[in-house]
């Protein structure tokens, strides 16, 4: 397996670069986004995941992990190739990606070519809980937009609450008494109608 490969920056198109790493030259299918990250570049380091199929052996470059670990979360859903997750990749930044399958939305999914909504909703179905527990960082939620809401959410998490659970009961005090305005006061209410 090849990790990841350093060296210059011999070609570079918004779909594949060549890379010159101690005189062997590698081939590696890229998406936009790394694209734009190393379009200024001469050199750098491209995180690579080698995918191998019975009539291709293909490498994957990548300029963040996040975006590679994202790439391997696609792929591993049924029906969805390589080819699909780097135009996924392509169409969507990776955060904003994991945020779109975190918040169910399928429209933002379909609106990318070759994305349906079957594939769409098979996508959110199989990685939405995944994508929640390993990005948590993202302060992902489905229904809460408001920092205030966030806020109280990421500390019923932390109380151990499950994630769906705290959103429905932050939901049920908020629409009980929009005027709250002290994180305490909806995190205590919402403990109380769990």
């Known amino acids: ?12 198109t918004p779909a594949v670069v060549h890379i010159e790493a101690n005189g062997v030259g590698y081939e590696l299918q890229i998406s936009l986004h790394t694209y734009s990250q190393i379009q200024s570049l001469d050199k750098g380091l491209l995180y ?7 009539d291709a052996h293909t490498l994957y470059g990548f300029f963040e ?19 699909t997750a780097r135009m996924m990749l392509s169409s969507l930044k990776p955060d904003e990606l ?20 079957k594939s769409a ?7 939405r809980d995944k994508l929640s527990k390993t990005k948590p960082g993202l302060n992902i939620s489905p229904l809460i937009n408001n920092t205030l809401e966030q806020d109280a959410l990421n500390a019923l998490i932390a109380l151990g609450i499950a994630r769906a659970s705290a959103e429905q009961a932050i939901q049920r005090v908020i629409k009980a008494e929009p ?16």
Do not use: D, P, W, Y
């Not at 397996?1 to 570079?12: D, H, P, S, T, Y």
């Not at 005027?179 to 769990?194: G, H, P, Q």
């Open 1 to 12: 397996m090849i990790a990841f490969v350093r060296g210059q920056f011999v070609l570079k």
């Open 48 to 54: 690579t995941h080698l995918h191998i199929k019975e």
């Open 65 to 83: 992990v996040a975006e590679k670990e994202l790439f391997l979360q696609l792929v591993s859903v049924s029906g969805v190739g390589a080819a």
């Open 98 to 117: 994991s945020r779109a399958i975190v918040q169910g939305n399928t429209k933002q999914l379909e609106s990318i070519k070759g994305i349906g909504k």
């Open 121 to 127: 909703e098979r996508i959110i179905l199989e990685l």
């Open 179 to 194: 005027s709250l305005s002290a994180v305490e006061e909806i995190i205590k209410k919402a403990l109380k109608t769990i």
